[in-house]
């Protein structure tokens, strides 16, 4: 099989709209939580999320492209110019059949959604919607925007796997290139669920913290008073290149993807296996499919949303992987500082385990200062400060409601 090697990367994210803010503010161990400005949130049980702070669409898409979409789609064409960017690469050089997009959303054009179909009730009975309504909507758009602003004519397609979702969109991309399918990608997710429906939907599930009184140490991942996620929102990209094709052209090469899968729980609508059963196997599997072992795995950037259950099934699933002795495995939990972005998740946690590899440093887990008793003491994780290590391996796990476990593995070259 050919090689996958990552050429690009850009990203969007409560933390910085671009991929150096984002890193620096992640190292710093900022927090992206505060109240929500997007709409009155007094109504809800949680009334907070982490925003993007200062984001201008307008800097990637122009009047008719910000007319016709949706944020989460407008989201994915700013992180997916700053991916392109950064590869250097021309794709008016290339055969654009040789070209695709595999992106990810969990929710689509949930905004666009919303506002129509309530312009719709209170318009009495008078449809107003917009004819833009239904490409705004579906979730398939941002892939479809991403080929057609850079003509890329291969594969594209959109991936739907709840938090799982832009793991997923990864491994399909890496799968595409290996089988010469492809030579170049552009891969990741985005997400805009700040929403009053979205918000409340996942109010009503008891899903996220209620801390309102101090949202910036709201996501405390592993924590014994952990109560659940916070939500955020954002996007990722990854320009995925066929490792001789990038090497031909001297490219910068950040880490090659070197292994992914996914398994399904089969257990629960919402809730992991409490064991971490489909989790530990995507995670072998993930590795088997790398040519890695264990010992081989220097970081871990876990799902770990801060939810009592989620949290602990993920620490077992490791538990039951890498043995007795993890010394040499460091985990840590970015959600803490990003919040959750859905399907948007996997992409920017992607991001953060390869520059882990390329910076030589892991980020931190922040707010947890009580970590749960059930976690092993001999469990390194990286808690307050980042910390200095040369990252030869780096795994990014995601899991999503329906039983979804989508891991990949990426490698220093």
């Known amino acids: 099989m050919k090689r996958v090697v990552v050429t690009g990367m850009g990203a969007v994210t409560p933390l910085g709209n671009d991929v150096n803010t984002f890193w620096n503010q992640l190292v710093a ?20 999320a982490c925003e993007l702070k200062n984001y201008d669409p307008t800097l990637a898409l122009d009047k008719a492209e910000l007319r016709k979409t949706d944020p989460f789609t407008q989201y994915a064409l700013s992180a997916t110019a700053e991916a392109v960017a950064d590869a250097g690469i021309d794709f008016a050089a290339m055969n654009p059949f040789d070209t695709g997009v595999i992106w990810g959303s969990g929710q689509g054009g949930m905004q666009t959604f919303e506002e129509q179909v309530t ?71 985005s997400e805009a669920p700040i929403t009053p429906a979205s918000v409340g939907g996942f109010c009503a599930m008891k899903a996220m913290s209620t801390r309102n009184e101090d949202p910036a140490t709201a996501a405390r991942p592993f924590d014994t008073e952990r109560d659940g996620f916070v939500m955020g929102e954002g996007a990722g990209a990854l ?47 993930a590795l088997e499919d790398a040519g890695l ?17 989620g949290d602990l099934s993920e620490i077992k699933a490791i538990t039951r992987l890498f043995g007795d002795d993890p010394s040499h495995l460091y985990i840590s939990a970015t959600k803490s500082m990003t919040g959750h972005l859905l399907g948007a ?42 910390l200095e290590k040369d990252v030869k391996v780096a795994i990014s796990n995601t899991f999503g409601f329906g039983g979804h476990n989508g891991i990949v593995v990426f490698r220093k070259i």
């Open 29 to 48: 161990g900022a927090s992206g939580a505060a109240t929500i400005t997007r709409f009155d949130p007094s109504k809800f049980r949680t009334r907070f």
């Open 119 to 189: 312009e719709y009730v209170n318009g009495g009975n008078i449809p107003r919607f917009s004819p833009y309504f239904v490409p705004r909507l579906i979730a398939n758009m941002a892939s479809g925007m991403i080929s057609m602003k850079y003509g890329l004519m291969g594969i594209n397609y959109t991936t739907v796997s709840a938090c799982a979702t832009s793991n997923t969109a990864i491994m399909d991309a890496l799968n595409y290139i290996r089988l010469g399918k492809a030579k170049v990608i552009i891969t990741g997710g």
């Open 239 to 285: 320009i995925l290149e066929e490792y001789e094709h990038a090497k031909a052209r001297g490219a910068k090469i950040y880490a090659e993807v070197a292994g992914a899968a996914m398994t399904a729980d089969a257990y629960h609508m919402t809730a992991t296996h409490p064991e971490g059963l489909g989790a530990f196997q995507a995670m072998k599997f």
């Open 345 to 386: 998740a996997g992409a920017i946690e992607a991001i953060a385990a390869i520059l882990s590899i390329d910076k030589k440093l892991i980020p931190p887990t922040i707010n947890t200062t009580n970590l749960d008793p059930e976690i092993p003491a001999n469990l390194q994780i990286v808690l307050g400060n980042a």
């Open 293 to 309: 072992n264990t010992t081989d795995v220097d970081y871990l950037n876990a799902h770990a949303t801060s939810t009592p259950v």
